[in-house]
């Protein structure tokens, strides 16, 4: 199968949603399918033609790093249209997301779509606390056009994203439920000593210290400042106990403010942005994996952290329901006397601790990038079978009209 992954980011941009499509695409090659990447090119205004993947100039947003095509990059059709798709995944809704859906009505191509991100929890970035309600009323129209009238087949990746396209938003289309994908091997690599040794030295942390880590980007809605506040509780009981935020963004200023007001130079620690490559290094620092965040779609820091072994300490949210089961290799707080509790508990029995390293790592595994590249083709199929099935209809219908026709003419 030849398949078009379109989306306004993709590696080397670290986030989320590119780090989803290059497990997708690794797991559909595995399986012997073409996989081409439309794409931003994120540094400049240039067009570039890689092995299979086309990037298309874009202008900066003011949002993150993200940068913005036309919708209708002409320049990019001939290349599109020679690689002869069977299916279209997009990946975004908007700049290359809309692209997508033109070239997929244009060349009659069935359109696959994931929906990744909560955007009503980013409306913050646009309206600036002004006009939320609004705000949040645009974002659901703009949703339900984008998702459920452009696509043939939706996918979300967890039930919390299913019940707001089914509840809330009424789609009657259907959504398929499929995780994201991870590299197991990649996070649960183990690192020589010296290398993890290095690397506490290089931040100052000390070697035998206990250590919670998050990985992400530090947006007003990843609730870091949460994890910094109860972290002054947790070192009453816990004086060798750091907190390790790993990551950037545009909250992080105001995080070291926070960390500077609460007089915790000395235990909470940030790293900046680290490259994808050595982000397993990272993973190997941790004792526990921390995070307080609300929005996300799935959180795939969480698995990678199951991956690399680490219990997982989060929030309640239904993103973390699914692959967090309490007491076996994490906890899922509701406020932060719990997680304080959760955290002391852990780094005090030893034992319990190791046990559900294992049962973290174990867990993992249910969401490898093959099982996920398996799952996303099934919907592939569908959408196919689908595109099919209504041509079918469509000739029946003529081979109807001409039939009456005929008879009519007798």
């Known amino acids: 199968m030849k398949i078009g992954i379109f989306s306004d980011t993709y590696i080397p941009q670290i986030n989320g949603v590119s780090t989803s499509i290059e497990m997708l695409r690794k797991g559909l090659e595995k399986q012997g399918h073409k996989v081409y990447i439309v794409t931003v090119n994120p540094d400049n205004m240039k067009y570039i033609k890689e092995d299979r993947v086309l990037r298309i100039p874009g202008v900066p947003i003011g949002i993150f790093d993200y940068r913005l095509t036309s919708v209708y990059p002409a320049r990019a059709l001939k290349t599109i249209k020679s690689w002869d798709l069977d299916v279209i995944h997009s990946q975004t809704e908007f700049g290359i997301g809309t692209f997508s859906r033109i070239i997929a009505k244009q060349y009659n191509i069935p359109l696959v779509h994931t929906y990744h991100t909560m955007y009503e929890d980013y409306i913050h970035y646009i309206t600036k606390g002004y006009f939320k309600n609004t705000g949040k009323k645009v974002v659901e129209h703009l949703t339900l056009f984008y998702c459920d009238t452009t696509a043939k087949e939706l996918i979300v990746p967890t039930k919390k994203t299913y019940d707001l396209f089914k509840e809330k938003y009424k789609v009657k289309k259907n959504v398929h439920i499929i995780p994201t994908g991870i590299e197991v091997k990649k996070y649960s690599k183990k690192y020589d000593d010296k290398i993890i040794d290095n690397l506490k030295e290089k931040i100052g942390i000390k070697k035998d210290d206990k250590n919670l880590l998050f990985v992400g980007r530090l947006g007003l809605e990843k609730s870091v400042d949460v994890l910094i506040n109860n972290h002054i509780k947790?070192?009453?009981?816990?004086?060798?106990?750091?907190?390790?935020?790993?990551?950037?963004?545009?909250?992080?200023?105001?995080?070291?403010?926070?960390?500077?007001?609460?007089?915790?130079?000395?235990?909470?620690?940030?790293?900046?942005?680290?490259?994808?490559?050595?982000?397993?290094?990272?993973?190997?620092?941790?004792?526990?994996?921390?995070?307080?965040?609300?929005?996300?779609?799935?959180?795939?820091?969480?698995?990678?952290?199951?991956?690399?072994?680490?219990?997982?300490?989060?929030?309640?949210?239904?993103?973390?329901?699914?692959?967090?089961?309490?007491?076996?290799?994490?906890?899922?707080?509701?406020?932060?006397?719990?997680?304080?509790?959760?955290?002391?508990?852990?780094?005090?029995?030893k034992e319990k601790l190791n046990k559900m390293s294992l049962n973290a790592y174990g867990s993992s595994h249910n969401y490898s990038s093959t099982t996920f590249a398996k799952n996303v083709l099934k919907v592939y199929k569908e959408a196919i079978k689908n595109k099919k099935t209504k041509k079918n209809i469509f000739k029946r219908m003529l081979d109807k009209i001409k039939g009456d026709k005929n008879v009519s003419n007798r």
């Open 234 to 349: 947790i070192i009453k009981n816990n004086p060798n106990c750091n907190l390790i935020v790993v990551g950037d963004g545009p909250e992080r200023e105001n995080l070291e403010k926070l960390v500077k007001e609460k007089k915790l130079e000395k235990k909470v620690f940030f790293t900046g942005k680290v490259p994808l490559d050595d982000i397993g290094k990272y993973y190997n620092l941790g004792d526990l994996f921390v995070t307080a965040s609300k929005t996300e779609t799935q959180g795939l820091t969480v698995l990678e952290a199951m991956a690399a072994s680490l219990p997982v300490v989060a929030i309640n949210d239904e993103s973390f329901v699914d692959p967090i089961k309490n007491d076996y290799n994490g906890y899922l707080f509701n406020n932060n006397e719990e997680y304080v509790n959760y955290i002391n508990e852990l780094l005090a029995d």
